[in-house]
């Protein structure tokens, strides 16, 4: 398959009937019933999974979890929201699982969803949430209620079986299946072995499911993999469609049977944590209570400094951008789908901290000019893409306000934040506690309990859970100390508008970044940019020094030269931090392994590192961390966040299992193990 292939949204291709009805060009078949839609979906899949009676029975917190074949224009899962709405505990989560090869364009996903009225207030939170780049992958967005839609774009069984962590205590979480799609006589291809084998694997116990078909292929497919079938009166015309419940064992979902060496798998969880601690309250911090408390756990969070945001999520602005790549793999994949996550995030939960009003990424160089062309090719951007779009110097100039010289992408949907208050919105939750100004001097496992000492009380504080945010000072907890992080110093500047300054209407960047005008939170300073930043690995020290702002100030005027001269002269005032970068440039978020037995239990990798060993390694109980976001944070914290809440809350994850690996904190142990190295 070729990186086209790959990274390119393969939109589906409609024809529209005069009623207004979308059909598949690709499969000649229409999305929904010609009578009802609505109805036929309330029908087949909501009344025969008995979702009414079972979410009405379900108790607080509970997580409820449905696997769908075929989004196709989102009608069953609005219906099932609508449902959920009506008849679900307040504090339960409804978490929809689908897949998809050929998705909706926006402008199609909105006309077809016109046709049903009585959904647009729910309709409208879907249209305005929708990716604005289905590349192919898992998209995780969040919509009120606690409803989470996880939308796998790609082949259906392929889709599923990204999603499997092969741990069977943790893959089996579909409570009920919708199993949808165009009919199997116009898609025999997605009805396949594989695609059954993969619901198995991610089915829990007494999972039910209902299909409109009773084609022999489904029927087989079903009962192969464990599936007991019943026939019942199908809708309108159909005389007939199928339900049933998943009847296998225990013994489902392939338990210690791996296709690749289970580093990656804690142990099955004994039980949820209830009581969780998190050292840190900047954005790592900040992100993860926020999507634990949502999620009904009492959340304790230890910070040194004396507000949110101390070390390097202090900034006054903070820039939201990514690193896009015009080829597949971790880095390029996290990237997109972090950014598209957080332009999501930051408006639903501090819209008040987030000023979106477009962002530029400019090419000062030919090498960057020629990477952004290659992007525009990989990724299908043009003029009209929602996430970014290309433009000239000239285009450029206009939409910042100021005279530019370099072309660049433009990213509608991004801009700046206000770091310090996104942070403090966060941590403003009934479960979340906050303790500032308390340092958290030892962190020990003792009776099942994690007791923390700190450094203002004799008696330690007790959890059953603990998550490090704490960027470099996890080398001052031995559990975490291994962890090969870098320190990278920054500085940003602060400088005063000027009548000449003032005209930037959006935030630039390129060698460096410049952000529109701001007052500083909390002061009387008057107008003023935020420009940088430095970038000194390995230095420590957070001292504001001068040859660094003259440092800022030329790689501004590379950037923007009048606003050099208009700089010139003034005081510079400023901020000095340090970020934790990872040698990959991924963050880490995970669960964190016994350095020990990890290393004893995977020493085979030394002699062959693509050794198979089927054997999983103690873990330390219950500890995660959340660190290495690097320079990128506020973009990836958000999704990080949510995958470290999936591993806490044994939840379908936002992302690929490659995806879950590659940000693992113990990635790099298996690398060194792998390289022969110390770990």
């Not at 729910?122 to 780049?133: D, F, R, V």
């Not at 779009?389 to 992408?409: I, K, N, R, Y």
């Not at 060993?613 to 990080?640: D, K, M, W």
Request: net charge neutral.
């Amino acid at each position: 398959m070729s990186s086209q292939d790959q990274r390119s949204v393969c939109h589906a291709q409609l024809a529209w009937r005069d009623n207004g009805q979308p059909v598949s060009s690709a499969f000649d078949d229409i999305y929904f019933s010609t009578a009802s839609g609505l109805e036929e979906t309330r029908h087949v899949f909501l009344t025969q999974n008995y979702l009414r009676e079972r979410w009405a029975a379900l108790s607080d917190d509970a997580v409820f979890t449905i696997g769908e074949t075929g989004f196709g224009t989102g009608l069953n899962f609005l219906a099932a929201w609508q449902l959920w709405r009506d008849t679900a505990p307040a504090s339960a989560h409804l978490h929809f699982v689908s897949v998809e090869k050929y998705p909706l364009h926006p402008r199609d996903l909105a006309r077809a969803l016109a046709m049903w009225p009585e959904l647009t207030p729910l309709s409208a939170h879907l249209i305005a949430n929708y990716p604005a780049q289905l590349a192919p992958g898992a998209h995780r967005i969040v919509f009120p209620g606690n409803v989470h839609l996880t939308l796998v774009i790609g082949e259906a069984s392929r889709g599923f079986e990204s999603l499997a962590l092969e741990d069977a205590d943790r893959d089996r979480q579909m409570n009920a299946w919708f199993l949808d799609g165009f009919a199997p006589s116009k898609n025999p291809e997605m009805w396949s072995e594989a695609l059954f084998k993969s619901i198995a694997v991610l089915s829990a116990g007494g999972a039910t499911f209902a299909t409109f078909t009773c084609a022999g292929i489904v029927k087989r497919g079903l009962k192969s993999v464990g599936f007991a079938l019943e026939k019942v009166p199908g809708f309108g015309r159909k005389r007939e469609m199928l339900r049933g419940h998943f009847a296998t064992g225990d013994e489902a979902g392939g338990k210690g049977i791996y296709s690749a060496t289970p580093w990656h798998l804690p142990p099955s969880l004994a039980g949820k944590p209830e009581r969780i601690a998190v050292i840190g309250a900047g954005i790592a911090g900040a992100t993860t209570a926020r999507a634990l408390a949502a999620r009904g756990f009492q959340v304790t969070v230890f910070e040194e400094g004396s507000n949110p945001g101390s070390g390097a999520s202090g900034n006054d602005q903070g820039i939201l951008y990514a690193k896009l790549s015009p080829k597949p793999g971790p880095n390029g994949d996290f990237n997109l789908q972090a950014l598209q996550f957080a332009q999501r995030f930051y408006p639903n939960t501090c819209p008040q901290a987030a000023h979106f009003d477009g962002l530029l990424q400019l090419a000062q160089t030919e090498k960057e000019q020629q990477l952004q062309q290659q992007i525009c090719q990989q990724l299908d951007l043009d003029g009209s893409s929602l996430l970014a779009q290309p433009v000239t110097a000239e285009q450029a100039s206009e939409l910042a306000g100021v005279a530019l010289d370099f072309p660049g992408l433009y990213f509608p949907r991004a801009g700046w934040l206000q770091p310090k208050l996104v942070c403090s919105n966060l941590l403003q939750h009934d479960r979340i506690h906050v303790r500032f100004n308390t340092r958290v001097i030892k962190a020990q496992f003792q009776a099942d309990q994690w007791q923390l000492q700190l450094d203002s009380e004799n008696q330690p504080q007790c959890f059953d859970a603990l998550i490090l945010c704490i960027a470099n000072a996890n080398r001052q907890f031995p559990q975490s100390a291994p962890l090969p992080l870098q320190p990278i110093r920054g500085q940003v500047s602060f400088a005063k508008a000027t009548p000449a300054t003032e005209k930037l209407k959006i935030a630039l960047c390129g060698e460096g970044y410049i952000a529109p005008t701001t007052i500083a939170e909390g002061t009387q300073r008057a107008e003023y940019h935020s420009f940088g930043a430095t970038f000194k690995l390995k230095q420590t020290e957070t001292d504001v020094r001068e040859v660094e702002h003259r440092e800022n100030m030329e790689t501004l005027g590379t950037l923007l030269p009048e606003f050099e001269k208009a700089f010139d002269g003034q005081p510079l005032e400023g901020r000095a931090a340090l970020r934790a970068a990872t040698l990959d440039y991924l963050p880490m978020a995970g669960p964190v392994a016994q350095w020990d037995a990890l290393e004893s239990t995977y020493s085979a990798l030394r002699k062959n590192r693509k050794q198979l060993i089927p054997e999983r390694t103690p873990y330390q109980r219950n500890l995660y961390v959340l660190t290495g976001l690097g320079s990128r944070g506020f973009t990836y914290a958000p999704l990080a966040a949510e995958i470290l809440a999936a591993w806490i809350n044994n939840e379908v994850m936002p992302v690929s299992v490659d995806l879950v690996k590659a940000l693992h904190p113990m990635r790099f142990a298996i690398r060194a193990l792998g390289k022969n190295k110390p770990i």
